[in-house]
């Protein structure tokens, strides 16, 4: 049943946005309100439980997409999981605008939203920790590098701030750049999408530090 409500929760967000509303979804599944509060208690469980579901099919779906290529072609497994993002998102519009288009009016994520958001940058991060040599340019100014230390201690990873710095504006570039294409910011401008954006992440690798 709760399989049942989230998938009539999302032809809902397909069609209206994220703006759900609970006894819409009930009608939709032909029972009262009073039945679905039993499995959802509120609108904001009910986008809580979708948010999760989104960022892991996103995480899914980039970290297979990696594991497919051979492990000492970092560039390749960096592409890779970058395209399978833009897939993803192009294929699930609705539910990547859940994630990643205007916070819906009311709601705050909870907690636990947080490791399923962060599956993406913490992929890019291992594939960038195994680059043999860190990128050459100019070190963070001090601020920054504080808080690219507390995300490092946080993470128990090892990775040092000038590389950390290099993934964090990949993976800021990267969803710009899929927000830009899956919110038609890109109509009228750019034809060769796809091309495009293997350039760009192309580019970014290299940024990255991966040869």
């Known amino acids: 049943m709760h399989q049942e409500i989230k998938e009539v929760a999302r032809r809902r967000l ?28 509120s609108r904001d469980a009910l986008l809580t439980a979708l948010i999760i579901d989104a960022y892991d099919a996103l995480g899914d779906a980039a970290a297979e997409a990696e594991a497919a290529l051979p492990r000492d072609d970092l560039r390749g497994r960096w592409l890779a999981a970058c395209h399978a ?10 539910e990547y605008g859940l994630l990643y288009g205007d916070p819906v009016p009311g709601y705050a994520a909870p907690p636990d ?23 050459a340019g100019p070190p963070p100014p001090a601020p920054v590098r504080a808080d690219l230390r507390r995300l490092v201690d946080e993470q128990a990873g090892e990775l040092p701030e000038e590389r950390l710095d290099r993934v964090l504006l990949a993976w800021t570039h990267l969803f710009g750049q899929v927000n830009f294409e899956v919110f038609h910011r890109l109509d009228d401008m750019i034809q060769a999408r796809a091309e495009y954006f293997e350039h760009h992440m192309a580019l970014l690798a290299g940024l990255a530090g991966l040869p």
């Open 85 to 94: 993002v833009r897939s993803w998102a192009l294929a699930h519009p609705a």
């Open 14 to 41: 397909a069609e209206e946005g994220a703006n759900l509303s609970l006894r819409a979804v009930a009608r939709d599944l032909g029972i009262v309100a009073s039945a679905l509060y039993r499995y959802f208690p």
């Open 113 to 135: 939203t947080v490791a399923p958001a962060s599956k993406v940058i913490l992929l890019l991060a291992a594939i960038v920790a195994e680059a043999p040599e860190a990128p």
